[in-house]
């Protein structure tokens, strides 16, 4: 039977390498997908990962109605046997009824991928409606490292190396950027409430107080 399947982690744990691996293993067996990214950190209509593959991708917007999409290429006769979404946190709430709809009506497989909350520990939109429809939510297997080592569980936005707490829910960025742009970190649990980047960490390591006082 087709599934919806959310595949979930943090930042930096292979969500996007793992959605061109589906997509390689598909298509070399003669499959044919659509592929759909929002925002990816190489530009619009691009799925790509941090370890240099890359494919096209149809980039999405809020009036794109996946259900639609996907019937009016099978009504121009293509051939549809499965569907990726990445970066599936930024897409909305209608979208992801539209993409359970895909697999219900349509009887297609759809992958979607993306992170769970934001840089506040807050359920985006979209991942909290593919948590309450999905067939199966699968969390990735690569773990993501916080700077202490622990397994890292939130992801942070950083800006000069420190951590920020408010503003606008999305903001573009990437791990590993300079330290005057806007980036994200990911943390442990522990960290990311104390807002303890790599930064202030290493700060704090030349600092003559020992014991932290928060």
């Known amino acids: ?43 619009k209509g691009k799925l790509s990962s941090r370890l240099g593959l890359a494919t096209e991708a149809i980039e ?54 993306g992170i769970t909350t934001d840089f506040r520990s807050k359920l985006f939109p979209g991942s909290q409606r593919l948590v309450e429809l999905a067939d199966r939510v699968e969390v990735l297997q690569v773990e993501a490292l916080c700077w202490c080592g622990a397994r890292a569980t939130h992801n942070a936005r950083t800006v000069g190396g420190q951590m920020v707490v408010e ?27 104390r807002l303890m980047t790599a930064a202030r960490a290493s700060a704090a390591a030349l600092s003559p107080d020992v014991l932290p006082v928060d």
């Open 60 to 113: 999405v917007a809020d009036d794109l109605d996946f259900y639609t999409h996907v019937v009016q290429a099978l009504t121009a006769g293509g051939r549809v046997d499965y569907v990726i979404a990445d970066e599936a946190q930024f897409l909305t709430p209608p979208q992801i009824d539209q993409l359970a709809r895909v697999v219900d009506d349509l009887e297609v497989d759809v992958f979607a991928f």
């Open 167 to 193: 503003g606008a829910q999305v903001v573009v960025g990437d791990v590993n950027r300079p330290g005057s742009e806007v980036g994200y970190e990911v943390l442990c649990r522990r960290h990311h409430r």
């Open 1 to 43: 039977m087709p599934e919806l399947v959310f595949f979930s982690g943090t930042m930096d744990c292979g969500k996007s390498t793992l959605a061109l691996q589906i997509q390689h293993n598909r298509s070399a067996r003669g499959l044919q997908g659509m592929i759909y990214s929002r925002d990816d950190r190489e530009g």
